[in-house]
């Protein structure tokens, strides 16, 4: 079956800092990625995503690159912010079916 | 539109209640679902809908009904509330069964707590 496998956190940085939040994945066929971001008492929205091997998402300064060769998504920033606080969700979805599977989340938080 | 909205935004019950989560969405997506989220371990599906008249149970079933009347709507019923269904569920839509790249849209989350 598929599963997603997050960086354990939570994770704090200070402003200005790199970012990365580590994300692999098992999946039978041949899933699409994505980040979700989940601010302080909100629902999901989606950050990026992408659909097949090298392809590279990138949204609000964040990016992540879909390497099949090692099954892996990680999430990157090269200068977060405070706005950036939240809490972080790698998920895949396989072609064809409808259901997401999530990984358990990261919870970032960005010290001034 | 409105996107996915919920309803009510908190709950509390105690336990043995029951209750019905609202969802609605405008945008007429076929795929719905309902998740729960618990620290430490991410959303789990409880039951989702590819079209109206059709339900399926996803990896958390238990304790839960739902049904599909309409596209819009997709409400989730508590039959008899345990402390154990104490979570922030959200409600979640799509236009069809997984399109590549195709993401979901989420609703704002009800939190309930049972006593």
């Known amino acids: 079956g598929n599963s997603v496998t997050q960086m354990e956190g939570p994770v704090t940085l200070s402003e200005e800092a790199f970012l990365t939040i580590n994300c692999t994945y098992t999946?039978?066929?041949?899933?699409?990625l994505f980040w979700y971001v989940q601010y302080p008492g909100e629902g999901l929205q989606l950050l990026l995503k992408a659909t097949k091997a090298d392809d590279k998402g990138s949204n609000k300064g964040f990016e992540a690159t879909y390497r099949k060769e090692t099954t892996s998504f990680h999430l990157e920033k090269g200068s977060v912010q405070v706005s950036d606080s939240a809490v972080y969700f790698c998920?895949?979805?396989?072609?064809?079916?409808?259901?997401?599977?999530f990984g358990t989340g990261t919870r970032l938080t960005i010290i001034p | 539109n409105a996107g996915v909205t919920q309803t009510p935004k908190f709950q509390v019950l105690k336990t043995g209640q029951s209750m019905t989560l609202q969802c609605a969405q405008d945008m007429n997506h076929e795929y719905m679902s309902w998740y729960r989220q618990d620290p430490g371990m991410g959303l789990r599906l409880i039951h989702y809908s590819v079209g109206a008249g059709i339900t399926d149970q996803g990896e958390v079933p238990n304790g839960y009904n739902v049904s599909r009347s309409t596209t819009e709507d997709f409400p989730l019923r508590l039959l008899s509330a345990a402390p154990s269904q104490t979570s922030v569920y959200f409600c979640?839509?799509?236009?069809?069964?997984?399109?590549?790249?195709?993401?979901?849209?989420f609703g704002p989350g009800t939190r309930l707590l049972v006593l």
């Open positions: 999946a039978t066929g041949y899933p699409s």
């Open positions: 979640a839509s799509s236009p069809s069964q997984g399109a590549r790249g195709e993401t979901q849209y």
């Open positions: 998920a895949l979805r396989n072609f064809g079916n409808e259901k997401l599977t």
